[in-house]
């Protein structure tokens, strides 16, 4: 909210008003979710009907007096510009927009004692604003060229898809994240906001995996509300980024779409991170995710959690994605305009196979916000969710039909909807933690339990007339139906999309690249006469509502464990069953293991596996999950061990950390001998857990560190760690086998060595840094280890590589980039003093190439933040 800013020239008395003096001079307002109490108002406006009042300034026209004022807009519709269309009331708007009658001007007439007169103003889809306030709204006298006797900037605000965004929109969307960790949290037990949202997201979720051991079911995941409870989630997080920025919303990634040899841009090093690709998805590890030297995400790294990193993944492959027009039937009825198979299939793919394919936080559901990419990827499931509302009209609340939410009650024991769908989940549940209820104390009924402590308070008013909430609320998924106020005004919660319309009988924008499902692709697919490569590209085509139903899941396991079938058959039936059923898909895949030979139909199952996590079972029947089989003995590499290390990581397993320090360990007494993991992988899958943090994050031993004594080789931190300093030790130009990489195996070592604060580790470290044989990402990785490891021989070498007249340009910048990441990981917790000295630190650095400067610029940004 701010203070109206009114531009006015004089006005004269509109035909049979009182006349006004001459000279006299008037101003018209415009407040755009305006108070008229206070002059307030809110410039920022989606494709719904926002309340607004115009006025004449109090106190500067005769009582009596009448003006005839019209709105216009300051510029013609224009793309990448915003342009606004008005009415008197919300019922108006929906009348004109939905006759194709929407109007870009109004004439009003205002009564000179400043009574406010209210109408509406909405976004004319598809003309949404690139930059804050790009659109003026212009007050005339008399006619639509009359004099302008006032105006308002506003911007019409919708979240975008990623792919779409500017240069300057990403950087703002990045700076207002960033900013989140220095942002003070709503929770005074937690630091930050942004790890204030991680930990609620986490709590909420530690039923998913685990429900035995912790007690309470999922209250986010598995059930009815997964996609009503992150709308809110996702809400809480964006008007975070509001506060730090207004202009910014959540950006969406359509995961289905990729649109370059690179991927999609949430995967590149200017935006959430660019990752390495293994040459074979049989022996594909995890990697540093790199970001640009100037990105305010630069070397991200979470309390307890370690530095970011995913699956060397190749981010072209998004086949696997189900597309929008999977969900979407033309008929606008059946199956597919019913809630419980939009949220079903929405949440089994693209968002639990999605989760598995980005990893390694990605692929523990609970821990997922760590990673910046999370919030693109989940914005887009919101996007899903709205689009199917649009295309199906499926806005309504009140629970009269079952197609627009299901359940649709409030929880109750003993009915059978609260068997699959636990409290929380039902349509007029109120949803934790906002609600603030807890569970100190487990009740009878596994399915009425709630997590047993809060995070937070009630959901924030939003402190904008016309925006929901007005008052600080417990929302059920009833209130997240109908996000933009088309059916409930109360409920518009300004959010909207680029390409989607406010109401259900506009027509929403192509979705680039989209596939439809085909009527006959299922039966043809099923087809054991028809051709090999006929029925797996039909398979692709399959319609989701036809694979959902009980024959076909069945059917489609007997094609996948028939060993007569063709193994990309198999495989293709593997991947239809995980796009609509996980728990099935999964089993099945255990069942196939056993003679999955054939590299096709072994990555299927691996990839469908990687779904464990997210497989759904039933909230009344806890389960446990066991710790993984110990690798098969080989003389070459190990596929086997791979997929062990790739399930392992994200669950932080021991046994698995225990049994790549051997490998290591083998590895260093021999270094010619072949291997059956490189180091450099190794190395990577054990950087990758927490388990050598500080202080390791509170969850970080969901399952396997009760495991550890039953390890075919125990975990012993300190054996672990001094196989690393081993490995920095030892010489990189020591003989080895084909395809091992010593620098970067030396830069993972120095990774996992970053809180291991000793003298003579911190010696290898700066050695590893200061080596002119060693890669830029060797060296730049041992410069971010010593932001952990030792305050001082962090700030020497990055000095000493600044005058260093032989280091890489890239290096140097890296070096000042490592600064500012080091500002990040303290946020307003670092001391002045310390902020005193890198200031000095970074006042007398020469950062000559561009980088060395964007690096720069945004060191001293974070600085900034952390001041205050």
Partial sequence: MCAAVALGVGLSAAAGAQTVADGASAQVEILVHGDARTGTHFDYVTWAPSPTLVRVRPGTLPPGATVTVVLTNGAAPAEGKGHVNFALTADEYKKAVEGGGAKDQITLTLKGDGTPQPIVVAGD????????????????????????????????????????????????????????????????????????????????????????????????????????????????????????????????????????????????????????????????????????????????????????????????????????????????????????????????????????????????????????????????????????????????????????????????????????????????????????????????????????????????????????????????????????????????????????????????????????????????????????????????????????????????????????????????????LARVDTAYAVETAYKVEGDAKHPTLAHAVERVRAMEMFANRPVDMPAETAPPPAPKTVSVLDKGLYATARNGVPDNNPCVVGGLTVELQHFLAKPTDAVRIFPQDATAFVASTNLFEAVPAANSHHVHGKANASCATPFDKAVTLDTMRGLLKASATTPTSVGIDWWKTKALAATVLSHSGDAATISLVKGLAADAKATVDARAAAVNSLRHLNEAAFETVVGSLDRDRTAPAELKAQAIAAVGAYVLDHGRDLPADRRARLAHLLDILSATSPAEQAALKTARQMLALAAG
Wanted: contains cysteine.
């Fill in 125 to 576: 889809f598809p003309h949404f604003s690139r930059d804050d306030k790009d659109t003026a709204i212009v007050a005339h006298q008399g006619s639509a060229t009359g004099p302008v006797v006032g105006g308002a900037q506003v911007m019409v605000r919708v979240r975008r898809n990623e792919e779409t965004l500017s240069a300057e929109e990403r950087s703002r969307f990045l700076w207002a994240l960033a900013a989140l960790r220095f942002q003070k949290s709503p929770d005074p037990r937690w630091r930050d906001t942004y790890t204030f949202l991680v930990d609620m997201h986490d709590i909420g979720a530690r039923g998913f995996a685990e429900p035995a051991d912790i007690g309470y079911p999922d209250q986010e995941h598995k059930a009815a509300a997964f996609v009503a409870w992150h709308r809110a989630f996702l809400l809480e997080l964006e008007r975070a980024l509001q506060k730090v920025d207004p202009s910014v919303t959540l950006p969406y990634w359509p995961m289905y779409y990729s649109p370059g040899k690179d991927g999609a841009t949430v995967f590149h090093a200017d935006f959430t991170g660019a990752n390495t690709v293994a040459g074979d998805p049989d022996f594909m590890a995890t990697d540093l995710i790199r970001f640009d030297a100037g990105n305010p995400l630069y070397g991200w790294n979470m309390p307890g959690r370690g530095p970011l990193m995913r699956w060397r993944q190749d981010r072209n492959n998004v086949k696997l994605f189900n597309t929008p027009g999977m969900l979407l039937d033309k008929s606008k009825a059946g199956l597919k305009s019913n809630y419980s198979f939009m949220a079903g299939s929405v949440e089994a793919n693209p968002h639990n196979i999605g989760h598995g394919w980005s990893g390694v936080w990605m692929s523990n559901c609970m821990i997922s916000p760590s990673d910046p990419m999370f919030w693109p990827f989940h914005t887009y499931f919101d996007w899903l969710w709205a689009a199917w509302q649009q295309h199906y009209d499926r806005f309504r609340s009140d629970g009269a039909d079952p197609a627009q939410y299901w359940p649709n009650d409030a929880y109750a024991d003993g009915n059978p909807s609260s068997k699959t769908n636990p409290l929380g989940h039902h349509l007029r549940d109120t949803m934790w933690p906002w609600n603030e209820e807890i569970q100190p104390k487990p009740v009878a009924t596994f399915s009425a339990r709630r997590p047993p402590q809060t995070v937070g308070g009630p959901f924030a008013p939003s402190g904008v007339p016309g925006l929901w909430p007005q008052a600080p609320a417990r929302p059920t998924p009833g209130e997240l139906i109908d996000y933009a106020g088309y059916v409930t005004p109360d409920t518009d919660a300004g959010v909207g999309y680029d390409n989607l319309p406010w109401s259900p009988k506009q027509q929403s924008l192509p979705f680039q690249g989209d596939v439809a499902p085909t009527a006959t692709a299922l039966t043809t697919f099923l087809a054991k006469d028809r051709p090999v490569a006929e029925r797996v590209e039909q398979a692709a085509q399959v319609d989701l509502a036809a694979a959902s139903d009980t024959g076909a899941k069945s059917a489609l396991q007997g094609v996948a464990l028939a060993t007569a079938e063709d193994p990309e058959v198999r495989a293709a039936a593997l991947d239809i």
